[in-house]
Structure formats: structure tokens, C-alpha cells
């Protein structure tokens, strides 16, 4: 039986659906919002978005009527690799540049992709924000490459030491020893009990505010410092601790034997320095500095080994190291003991000196930075991208936040030159609080950041007590004080932080009254950020916004490596090198002397110095030929001048 024909649904017929539209008007000015874009180039070529649907999905483009008009509202962005798609089907139709659309969404996540085979779901969760948005298109040739390009230059940094780093982590051996007072315990390898309260009582007489009666000391260590010793301790130790014949090839000394006395016996140092020449394959300056803290622990009148003279009873026999007989030579004579030691520590430093090569080169990461021929506007950049790419506060109010936080670390970094410790603990006031006096800040070793009103502008105030040089010629007792200019919005991305965003970031979580605040979460114990996470925000600013990645287009310098806080530093003095030849004066952009400056943190090349010198020779030669004649006319005239008064 015939079927009887289809019922021809009301209204006008549908256009027929046009491969390649064309436009009313040439694009002058083209939005720079995702949602203001798409609707310019819609009405552009004047279509409706239930036209545009049609032909989306005549080429292919799986995409719901809806979810456009979304777009065009500013509602939603495209963010699964099927709405990309569609974006790039609308891109080629309006013959668009590829990735023009595109690259205007500001994500606050990273792309929902499939599985990846071969990679742990933690590892795909930071390789997402670094994939191409047609990646799983890709053939799985090139799937590999991307993989591992982004494996080498953005997740782990793409250096030698980096690379070191990475594979001699995988093995802990390290004991880490409880600084706090009444906190959460280290993560790590647990110290034996008798190691523990020696290292306490070390720590306790460098870092008291009065040496204990009966003891002299030369310095005192902060907090920073007194945890790096003991970090640099647990390593030596655990070293000493562990398994011969396991992957570290420790010494395989029992935990229970370890002592502080230990570190009064050359041998014990001797077979730690070529331990680590034998894992690293050569020596570097850090054996030298671990030697001479054993130098300055056996140090004469000052020495904490020197004046604990009871540690030598807690030594035993360790073979290979520690003899009986040498244990009844220490007992019997500790000053002699330690007066041996002294005087080996300073004889092996000078020979690893020689001969120690640098394997953390801290300019390595920022080559395409240093190199410019304006580091701090090269580096700029980043902020930039930062700003370009700045979520919708609207739709992601905590990833507008984080970037956000992430462009004032990297601003108040490049005004400042501040070390990471200044920048962390800086704490804050709003506009209209009243700024702390400095002697406050001063018995809190911090600095602020408060509202001038008097200048009328957001400045930096930190006492000369909170900085690593307190003593040093540039402060001459004196606070640091820094107006922050109100450039490239800073100011207003600063006053968004601090009206709303702060607090967004930080919770329901006890404010710690500092600037910078963790994004907090069920698991943080506190939302202030301390060595290591501060560390890692920032190298996760450069992974995101710095580092140029020719897959996705994004980033904005092609070579530069994950870095963190400390590297601008280098920036400002390399900066202030090039400009003007002076390393005093790249030592006043980082507040400290130039001599340090010399030492650790300009980039100062001989064709940066000619290039500089021969900026100042050739403004000869640019003068025109005019100018040169008059300047010879004018000294012909004062020669015939002459003449005449000598021949009065």
C-alpha cells in the first residue's frame, strides 16, 4: 500500500544552507570577548544563530541550537572537544583566521578530554591545560610528541638539574626533622629520638635571641635558615642511614648510632662529599657549603660542636668510618678532635672548590628573558597573557581570582625585586584602614601593603628588620618604601583583589591577614603560603601564562623554562645592567650590593657591555653631516681667533 505523502510542516521553507556567507562589512575593531566576537561575525554576514546551527551541522558539528545562542549570550563557553570543533567549523565558514574564536575563550578549566592511555589520571590533570584542543584528532605520532614536549619544557622544566631532580626523587631517604612548635610533623622519614633532640638543641642555640649562659655563638640563624640546616642535616643522615645495597647506596649505618658528634670526624665528611660526587657525577659549590657548616660547627670559642663536648659519648664504632681507637682519641681529647676537623673542612673546601661545576644554573630558565634586550618588558609579558586570557569573573569567579592572584605576584615581583620570603609574608591593609607603625612591623619582621593617601597611590612598606641583609649598606637602618605606579591595571586587578576576590579565594579558612592567600579546600591547614606552595604558585603562573607552547599558541615567551619567585631578581639586575653598565645600580633594584649583584645575579656578557659602550659611541656617527660641518666651521672660526689675539 502506497504511503501517503509526508505532511509539509507550516510556515515559509527553510533557506538553503550557504557553504561560505558573505559579509556586509570588512572587520575594523573585532571584539575581544568570545560571546561579543561570535555575535559581531553573526551579524556581520547577517545570519541568525538558528542559520548558523544548520550549517554547523551540515559540516559536521555536533552542537545543540541552544548552546549557541548560550555563547552568543555570554552564558557558556565552549569547553569539550566537540564545542571546539564546532568553533572551528564556524571559523573556516566566516573565513576566519584558525583559532581566532578560538583563542578568545577564557577558560577557567581546562578542556574534558578522554583518557589518555599510558598516562595516570593525576599526570593527565596537568598535561590538560597544555594539549591542543584537537588533540585526541591527532594520529598518535603526534600525540607522542606533544606529550612529551610539554613533559620536558612546561611539567618538569626542561634542565639537566631539573631532569636530576626528578629521578633521584623518586627514592627518599631523607629524615626530616619537626621544627614546629605544637604544628602538624614533617612529611618524611621520622629521625631517631637522640638524633631529634640534638638537632633541636642546635637549632635552639643559633636561632635564640640570646646565646644560653656559658655558650659564645658567631651569628644567628632565622627561621628560614635554621630550616634549611636542619633539611641539609637530614639529608647527610639519612644519607648515613640508608641501605647499602638499596637504590640511594647509603652507608647503611643503624638509625640508633646517629649523632651529631659524628660530624667532629673527617671521614664521616670525607665519604659524604664523594657520596655525592659519585650520585650527582661531580662536585658543586653546595659539598662546599655543607663542608663549611661543619667548619663553622668546630669553629674555635663559637663552635656548638666545639662546646659540646658530652656528645662524644654517644659516638660509636661505625666501620669504614668510625674505629674504636679513634672514638678513645675524640673522648680523651674533643677540643684536639674538633681542631682536626676544623682545619680538614677548610683544606677539603678550597680543593671542591676547584674543581666544582655549576649544575643549577639559576639563568638557564630565563635565557629568552636575560637575552632580550629589555628583560623586564620581555618578561612583562607574562602579565599580559595574564590579562589577556583572565577568566570571566562572572562564570568563574574563583579562576578569575587565582589569575588574579597570579598577575600581582608577578607585578609586585618585578616593582619590588623582593626575595620570596618579603613577598609572601607581605601583609595588607584596605583603603581607609589605618597602615601599622613600623615598629610593629618591625616586631613582626614583615612588610605591608597600604594606601598612601598623602601620594595617592597603593605603596610597600617593610622595615629593614624583616629583610635576609638587614645589615647591609643599602638599608643603613632604614625601612624599604616603594610607591607602586598605577600602570598596565594594576591597580585596578589589586582593588578587585582586595574587595572581593580575597575572600572568595580564602573561605571559610581563618584569615592569616597576608596578601597572598591559598585557594583553600577541605584539606588546607592553613591559607597562608609558606616556602614550597608559594614557590609552586608561581612556577604554575609561568606554566600557564609564560612558557610559549607552539601547540596551543598560548604563552608568551617561545623557550623560556618553569622558574620560580627568586628568578626576577635576576630579571631587575640584568634590566638595569643593560640600561645603564652599573651594578650599584642594579644592586638598588633588588635592595641589595653590588657586589652580590656580580656574584649571583646579573647576566652581564662582553657583548652586552660593547653593545652597551657602542650605544654611547655611535651617537657620533648619527649626527648628520650638516651638524659636522658647522662644528668644523665653528672650531675653523675660533682657530682664526686665536691667531688674532696672538699676534697682539
Not at 229 to 243: D, K, N
Amino acid at each position: 500500500m502506497p504511503q501517503p505523502p509526508a505532511r509539509r510542516r507550516p510556515g515559509p521553507k527553510p533557506r538553503p544552507v550557504v557553504d561560505y556567507p558573505e559579509s556586509l562589512w570588512d572587520p575594523v575593531d573585532e571584539p575581544s570577548g568570545f560571546a561579543d566576537a561570535l555575535d559581531f561575525h553573526i551579524a556581520r554576514h547577517g545570519e541568525t544563530v538558528w542559520a548558523l546551527h544548520r550549517a554547523v551541522r551540515a559540516r559536521g558539528g555536533l552542537i545543540d541550537r541552544t548552546t549557541l545562542v548560550s555563547w552568543r549570550r555570554g552564558e557558556k563557553l565552549p569547553s569539550t572537544p566537540a564545542t571546539l570543533k564546532a568553533v572551528a567549523l564556524i571559523e573556516d565558514r566566516y573565513r576566519l583566521a584558525p583559532n581566532s574564536l578560538a583563542s578568545k575563550v577564557a577558560r577557567s578549566h581546562a578542556v574534558q578530554r578522554p583518557a589518555i592511555a599510558g598516562v595516570a589520571r593525576s599526570e593527565q590533570r596537568r598535561l590538560a591545560w597544555h594539549l591542543p584542543d584537537d588533540f585526541h584528532a591527532r594520529s598518535p605520532a603526534e600525540q607522542a610528541e606533544i606529550i612529551h614536549w610539554v613533559r620536558s619544557n612546561i611539567l618538569t622544566g626542561g634542565t639537566a638539574f631539573s631532569r636530576f631532580h626528578i629521578e633521584v626523587s623518586k627514592h627518599r631517604f631523607a629524615f626530616r626533622f619537626d621544627l614546629s612548635k605544637g604544628g602538624r610533623r614533617p612529611s618524611g622519614m621520622a629521625p631517631p629520638p637522640q638524633l631529634a633532640e640534638e638537632v633541636a638543641a642546635l637549632i635552639a642555640f643559633k636561632s635564640a635571641t640570646l646565646a644560653p649562659a656559658g655558650y659564645r655563638r658567631s651569628g644567628v640563624w632565622g627561621p628560614e635558615t635554621a630550616a634549611q640546616r636542619a633539611e641539609h642535616l637530614g639529608l647527610l643522615f639519612g644519607a648515613l642511614a640508608a641501605s647499602r645495597d638499596g637504590p640511594v647506596r647509603g652507608m647503611g649505618l643503624r638509625p640508633q648510632d646517629l649523632t651529631l658528634a659524628m660530624l667532629a670526624v673527617p671521614a664521616v665528611w670525607d665519604w659524604y662529599v664523594r657520596w655525592r660526587e659519585a650520585r650527582r657525577g661531580f662536585y658543586t659549590g653546595w659539598e662546599v657549603d655543607m663542608i663549611l657548616l661543619g667548619v663553622a660547627f668546630t669553629r674555635r670559642e663559637t663552635g656548638w660542636l666545639r662546646q659540646s663536648p658530652q656528645l662524644a659519648e654517644r659516638l660509636v664504632a661505625a666501620p669504614g668510618l668510625i674505629e674504636a681507637g679513634d672514638i678513645e682519641t675524640i673522648r680523651s681529647d674533643w677540643d684536639a678532635a674538633c681542631e682536626k676537623m676544623h682545619s680538614h673542612g677548610l683544606a677539603r673546601a678550597k680543593e671542591i672548590q676547584r674543581v666544582a661545576r655549576v649544575h643549577r644554573d639559576p639563568f638557564e630558565p630565563l635565557l629568552p628573558v636575560l637575552e632580550a634586550a629589555s628583560p623586564v618588558a620581555e618578561y612583562r609579558k607574562i602579565t599580559d597573557e595574564i590579562l589577556r586570557r583572565m577568566p570571566d569573573a562572572r562564570r568563574a569567579p574563583r579562576a578569575a581570582a587565582e589569575a588574579s592572584r597570579g598577575f600581582l605576584m608577578l607585578r609586585l615581583g618585578l616593582h619590588t625585586g623582593l626575595r620570596q620570603k618579603n613577598l609572601r609574608q607581605l601583609l595588607y591593609r584596605e583603603r581607609g584602614q589605618p597602615a601599622r607603625t613600623e615598629r610593629e612591623l618591625e616586631a613582626l619582621k614583615r612588610g605591608e601593603l597600604r594606601w598612601n593617601a598623602r601620594e595617592g597611590g597603593w605603596e610597600v612598606f617593610i622595615p629593614c628588620a624583616a629583610f635576609k641583609n638587614a645589615d647591609s649598606a643599602y638599608f643603613a637602618k632604614r625601612p624599604f618604601r616603594l610607591l607602586l605606579p598605577d600602570l598596565g591595571e594594576l591597580y585596578a586587578v589589586l582593588e578587585r583583589y582586595l574587595e572581593r576576590e580575597r575572600a572568595l579565594l580564602l573561605g571559610d579558612a581563618t584569615d592569616p591577614g597576608v596578601l597572598f592567600v591559598k585557594t583553600v579546600k577541605r584539606t588546607s591547614a592553613d591559607a597562608a603560603y609558606n616556602q614550597t606552595t608559594f614557590y609552586e604558585a608561581w612556577r604554575l603562573a609561568i606554566q600557564r601564562y609564560g612558557i610559549r607552547n607552539p601547540y596551543t599558541g598560548k604563552g608568551a615567551i617561545e623557550g623560556l623554562l618553569p622558574h620560580g619567585p627568586h628568578s626576577v631578581r635576576d630579571v631587575l639586575a640584568t634590566h638595569v645592567l643593560k640600561q645603564t653598565g652599573s651594578y650599584e645600580q642594579a644592586s638598588y633594584a633588588i635592595q641589595d650590593t653590588a657586589a652580590t649583584v656580580a656574584a649571583h645575579y646579573g647576566r652581564f656578557l662582553p657583548q652586552d657591555k660593547a653593545a652597551l659602550a657602542a650605544r654611547i659611541l655611535n651617537q657620533v656617527w648619527e649626527t648628520d653631516g650638516a651638524a659636522v660641518q658647522t662644528s668644523s666651521e665653528s672650531a675653523a672660526g675660533r682657530g682664526d681667533q686665536s691667531q688674532v689675539i696672538g699676534g697682539r
